[in-house]
């Protein structure tokens, strides 16, 4: 039986709910991998919560077997935690920001032999999105800095952000400077790059040896108010189909170039992009863990991502066998 600590930051109280949908996001990707994990033969799960739960009355007959929990003890913070949890365990899936090397720390934390998904170096360069950039370039991949000669807008955003968190548009570039200047000065590490206009889509991808790495494209619900600020508004995963939108092919080949540019990425990954009308997919960040559009994702491709991604890591090849 293969033991799997389960710890997703934010419904963990590792991470504080900003407002703007973090905690029903953090939420409903914990359930997805813990459900999918209970359809995987011979695995049991326990799931981090932030604090010990009420007394909960009896499961119905009919219902899954439920996971365990687990809480951080009183003044315990999440790297204590996740360490304490993970020396229980054969293996911890953990869903984190980047933010202030959270991820990174928490990899650390668990150590490469227990860990599900991406190696150190493949989440340090992943999230800094100026690393992110450079990287790929040198690889020819397209990103907004190629769009800069034509820029109408631009954006500010964290280095190490994850998602559209303080990020903000700007109608000039001085004002975009003036922006960047403020957060330097703040002691905040940010970028300044050209706004992409076209349509937000995004790769989710389950990367291991030998694999194709693409499952799904999704398109993303990006928002910006009166202010400038960006606001993710959700994800519909699976939302092109491979065989009947034009785009596919390249938006496969661009999966491919990606892992093939930034070794160690493994299980599930996600790659932010924007659909250009002159070039075409352009990227703008790669997602070194679980993302949103993982939610629902399994029943929709009717194959049990949580089975694949293990089989991957116990170095087999991704087949639905895996799962009960």
Not at 203 to 224: K, L, S, T, W, Y
Request: proline fraction near 5%.
């Amino acid at each position: 039986m293969t033991r799997i600590f389960v710890y997703e930051a934010v419904s963990s109280g590792a991470v504080a709910d900003d407002g703007d949908g973090l905690l029903a996001a953090g939420l409903s990707m914990r359930d997805a991998i813990v459900g999918d994990l209970s359809r995987v033969a011979g695995v049991t799960t326990t799931c981090a919560v932030s604090a010990a739960p009420a007394p909960a009355g009896n499961a119905p007959a009919d219902a899954r077997p439920r996971p365990a929990l687990a809480w951080p003890n009183t003044g315990e913070d999440s790297l204590a935690f996740v360490g304490r949890m993970a020396a229980r365990h054969d293996l911890c899936w953990v869903v984190a920001p980047e933010t202030d090397g959270l991820l990174s720390r928490l990899q650390g934390t668990v150590g490469p032999s227990r860990w599900i998904g991406c190696s150190a170096p493949a989440i340090r360069i992943a999230a800094s999105k100026r690393a992110t950039t450079a990287l790929l370039r040198t690889h020819g991949i397209a990103t907004a800095r190629e769009l800069a000669s034509a820029a109408l807008r631009w954006v500010v955003k964290p280095d190490d952000g994850a998602g559209a968190v303080a990020t903000r548009v700007h109608a000039s570039r001085d004002k975009a400077l003036q922006d960047l200047r403020q957060r330097e000065h703040a002691g905040h590490c940010a970028v300044l790059e050209p706004w992409v206009d076209g349509e937000a889509l995004s790769v989710a991808m389950v990367v291991g040896a030998g694999a194709d790495p693409v499952v799904a494209f999704n398109r993303q619900h990006i928002e910006i108010d009166a202010a400038g600020l960006v606001h993710d508004r959700g994800v519909q995963n699976h939302a092109i189909h491979p065989l009947l939108d034009q785009r596919a092919p390249r938006l496969h080949a661009l999966a491919r170039e990606v892992v093939r540019a930034l070794p160690g990425l493994a299980g599930f990954v996600g790659i932010d992009l924007v659909w250009h009308a002159e070039r075409g997919p352009v990227v703008m960040e790669v997602n070194p863990r679980v993302t949103c559009a993982y939610v629902g994702l399994s029943d929709k491709l009717d194959r049990n991502l949580a089975g694949a991604i293990l089989a991957l890591h116990a170095g087999g090849k991704v087949h639905d066998a895996a799962s009960a």
